[in-house]
């Protein structure tokens, strides 16, 4: 490795995964690579159904087995390939070094727990993976089993803060159902970040809410990078939203990647049909001069995969090759990788 290189938090290498169903095996993933680096944040962008939320699940080790199948590929988590650990080995790292936070945070937030319980579970989680790292290392030692309730009542209120709640002080004794949707969704990425991970995945966070509200999380999140050492993998269905906060953007079509890059590279010289597709969905101009332009046809059936290209049924620019002959991930100039004929 160059001196000026930096090693990355996450590499995922050749990663396939299938759902093994009644009605034939489904490729969700399908030979994906990615890389993210400390304080990056990587948006995974494209249609329901491509595949990004399969591959954040995997990553955390969240998939159920079956139907789930890992095929083949790794995902190597700061030199360790997660994919090949015990399941309780895996636990030491999920919710702790790698948090997620979901698309609706009322799944997620018990109902009948007040907020500050809820935070205080979090807070214990960690303490727990410290201990046991401490306790089982070269010079193993014990730590204190209790925490004072004054203490914690305080580590409550610092990760309220550390999200930007209001009046933290009464929002703990505040049950999900009171608080609106931004506010939940604030307790929920605290509730991450409480573990200090080293990778956030965020599965689209902002879905449920309003556009006011989705930017002052999205500048939130992109905000508490540096603030807790973290590095983000976004996963959203919506190109407008990853302009705003991602480094990287890695575009998703039916469980493979055909097009990643710097996200000023990619949003000025999108190279992928399916890319300039999803740009051109986006509204721009007056109301006059909008005219928004859809992507003709849909999403292939997983379970019958042309041979070629899996976007040539809806491609204008297809071609006898496109139809016969997969095209790979090639770089076209810097970091800016594209699957498509035209650029190779």
Same mark, same amino acid.
């Given at each position: ?11 995922? @290498? ?15 993933? @399908? ?10 944040? #990587? ?68 109902? #009948? ?44 209120? @610092? ?23 931004? $506010? ?41 990078? +540096? +603030? ?23 575009? $998703? ?9 710097? #996200? ?81």
């Amino acid at each position: 490795m160059r001196a000026t290189e930096v090693a990355s938090v996450l590499n995922v @290498d050749g990663l396939s995964i299938a759902y093994e169903l009644k009605t034939g095996a489904v490729r969700a993933v @399908d030979n994906v690579s990615m890389s993210i680096k400390p304080h990056e944040l #990587v948006a995974a962008v494209g249609e329901s159904g491509c595949g990004k939320t399969t591959l954040g699940l995997s990553i955390i080790g969240l998939l159920p087995s079956p139907p789930a199948k890992y095929v083949a590929g790794e995902v190597d988590f700061n030199g360790r390939n997660l994919l090949s650990l015990a399941p309780e080995e895996m636990r030491l790292y999920r919710g702790t070094e790698i948090s997620m936070i979901f698309q609706e945070p009322m799944t997620s937030l018990n109902p #009948v727990f007040r907020i500050g319980n809820q935070i205080e579970e979090a807070l214990k989680l960690r303490e727990s993976r410290d201990k046991a790292s401490v306790t089982s290392g070269p010079n193993p030692r014990e730590l204190p089993s209790r925490t004072r309730k004054n203490d914690r009542k305080k580590q409550i209120i @610092d990760v309220l803060n550390l999200v930007r709640i209001p009046d933290p002080e009464r929002v703990v004794d505040r049950y999900p159902f009171e608080l609106s949707g931004g $506010m939940r969704q604030r307790v929920m990425i605290g509730m991450a970040l409480a573990q200090k991970p080293s990778l956030l995945i965020a599965d689209e966070p902002t879905t449920a809410l309003d556009v006011t509200t989705q930017a002052q999380v999205l500048k939130l999140m992109r905000g508490l990078m +540096e +603030e807790v050492d973290t590095s983000i993998l976004l996963i959203t269905h919506d190109l407008a939203v990853a302009s705003q906060v991602a480094d990287k953007i890695a575009v $998703m079509y039916a469980g493979q990647i055909v097009e990643d890059g710097e #996200v000023l590279d990619l949003f000025s010289h999108p190279l992928h049909p399916y890319t300039q597709g999803l740009l051109a969905c986006i509204p721009s101009g007056s109301k006059e001069e909008m005219k928004l332009k859809p992507i003709q046809g849909s999403a292939p059936d997983l379970r019958n995969i042309p041979p070629g290209c899996k976007f040539a049924p809806r491609c204008p620019y297809v071609t006898k090759r496109c139809e016969a002959t997969k095209p790979e991930l090639m770089i076209k100039e810097g970091s800016h990788r594209v699957a498509c004929y035209l650029h190779q």
